[in-house]
């Protein structure tokens, strides 16, 4: 009999290595990668075998997919799983790293943050004018706005987060420190910005709930995914 699980992410902009040893860990105990699922990944169970994994974000083309997999195959990589731009590799302890110095690992970021961008600055746009949109309105508009306001910063914020994320790991392979300590405090000191900018332009009482739905939302919509979907993918493994 073999099951499934599902594993969450860390977020690869976030905490690429600890997912791929996180990966590897549970390769020893039998749980292989199968799939990336949304927010983590599908393990089926299997033989314990010491597998390490890596990833690698490029567009490509589906005439040019065989000859890219063949590459890294070569060069001792198995192509496991694609999502996207997204393309994730396993290969025993000792293979060559898939980034082994500066330029291509700074490649390697330049590549997903070209194609996180285009996803997080339309959803950024929409984001600032829903919530302009809900300042300048009233009545049972300002409602139906904001409910949708709240649901494009769910959205949103995280996309934005892993946009700046895979900035500061670029600076920190070209080992600009000084920079990525600056650019650090840039989340807090917008997120402050936020909270005045509410607080003066809407009543208090209003300004808490539209904050406090954005952290709730942000906490709980993920929690909530990550329930379903590793009782989903146990359940689905039972039934294997």
Do not use: C
Request: charged share 20%; glycine share 8%.
């Amino acid at each position: 009999m073999r099951g499934t699980k599902y594993v969450m992410s860390g977020g690869l902009a976030f905490s690429e290595d600890k997912d791929m040893e996180k990966l590897r860990r549970y390769s020893l105990k039998g749980w292989h990668v199968r799939d990336f699922k949304f927010m983590g990944y599908t393990l089926e169970k299997g033989k314990s075998s010491d597998y390490i994994y890596s990833v690698d974000y490029r567009s490509i083309k589906e005439d040019e997919k065989g000859e890219y997999f063949d590459f890294f195959s070569s060069s001792g990589w198995s192509h496991i799983a694609s999502a996207g731009d997204i393309h994730l590799f396993r290969a025993q302890p000792g293979t060559k790293p898939i980034y082994s110095d500066r330029d291509t690992s700074v490649e390697k970021y330049e590549n997903l943050n070209r194609s996180m961008k285009y996803i997080a600055i339309p959803s950024i746009l929409i984001t600032v004018l829903l919530w302009g949109g809900v300042m300048i309105s009233s009545g049972s508009l300002t409602s139906l706005l904001q409910v949708i306001a709240v649901i494009f910063s769910i959205i949103a914020i995280p996309i934005a987060f892993t946009v700046f994320a895979t900035y500061i790991n670029k600076l920190k392979v070209k080992e600009k420190k000084g920079l990525v300590h600056l650019l650090k405090t840039i989340p807090f000191l917008l997120f402050l910005a936020a909270v005045i900018i509410l607080l003066f332009a809407v009543d208090t009482d209003r300004a808490v709930y539209i904050l406090l739905s954005m952290i709730v939302g942000a906490i709980v919509f993920p929690t909530a995914i990550w329930m379903i979907l590793s009782l989903y993918h146990k359940l689905g493994g039972k039934k294997t």
